[in-house]
């Protein structure tokens, strides 16, 4: 029987009490372990310990999650945040190069919400860092006052493109999703091609042109109740099967250099 892949789960430092922590989302691990199939492996943001390519080394896969957190503005040459904007500097510094360092080893990637982000700043893009502040753009917020389930309820259609990764899953031409963010790509970074966009023309998921393994990242949450969507759960298979297709090279590799 073949190995469960080993999936890399991107944290964020948080401070709880008197001591920092790593942590990352339950549905994040969840949709990787059910909706990918994967073994989900929590990386904590320590850039300063730990050489990207060393992560690298033992992943077949990662997933760069969302977060309360927005990247910090210096990272894309951006104008300061907002008082009270939440960042968390930890992690611009360990998942921005690890980014990088994952797509030129082939490393699959997947990339939500704020993982979207990242990836368009770590191939030189930048952000829009108050979208309901510029004109032409719809309300991508959700209600915090809202229940959950309301918050992550479908908000808005989104329009695939012809010819990229999301089309070649056999999705429709467009379908709904939840709309849970403040940011979005102001400057498409080169390399990145557009997968799919809103309906104000937003562009809300991308993949890397010429990638040597699956590279995708949306701005919607597709791990959210990820079984119960198809869309969504064809998203994070389709993840899942590139991160299999590493891991059974990895151990082809490994069995003849034995």
């Not at 070649?168 to 990145?192: C, M, Y």
């Not at 937003?202 to 890397?208: D, G, H, N, Y």
């Not at 759960?233 to 590139?242: E, H, M, S, V």
């Amino acid at each position: 029987m073949s190995r469960l892949p080993l999936i890399g789960v991107t944290a964020c430092t948080k401070q709880i009490g008197l001591h920092p922590y790593h942590v990352t989302g339950d549905k994040y691990v969840r949709a990787v372990a059910v909706a990918a199939k994967g073994l989900p492996l929590i990386l904590p943001s320590l850039a300063q310990v730990i050489d990207p390519n060393d992560i690298l080394d033992s992943l077949d896969g990662l997933l760069f999650t969302g977060s309360p957190s927005n990247v910090e503005p210096h990272w894309y040459q951006g104008p300061d945040s907002a008082h009270g904007t939440l960042h968390d500097p930890d992690r611009d510094q360990t998942t921005l190069p690890l980014i990088r360092a994952a797509l030129a080893a082939g490393v699959p990637v997947l990339g939500i919400c704020r993982g979207f982000q990242e990836l368009n700043v770590a191939l030189g893009g930048s952000l829009h860092q108050k979208l309901h502040e510029v004109d032409g753009f719809m309300e991508h917020r959700e209600d915090p006052s809202a229940p959950v389930e309301i918050q992550y309820a479908p908000s808005h259609s989104m329009h695939v493109e012809p010819g990229g990764i999301l089309a070649s899953l056999g999705l429709p031409t467009e379908f709904d999703v939840n709309s849970i963010h403040t940011q979005g790509i102001q400057r498409l970074a080169p390399g990145l091609r557009v997968e799919a966009r809103a309906p104000d023309g937003l562009v809300e998921a991308v993949s890397v042109q010429d990638g040597k393994a699956f590279a995708l990242a949306v701005q919607w949450h597709p791990e959210w109740q990820v079984s119960s969507n198809p869309i969504y759960l064809a998203i994070f298979q389709a993840f899942g099967d590139a991160c299999r297709r590493r891991a059974r090279q990895r151990d082809a590799d490994a069995s003849v250099n034995a």
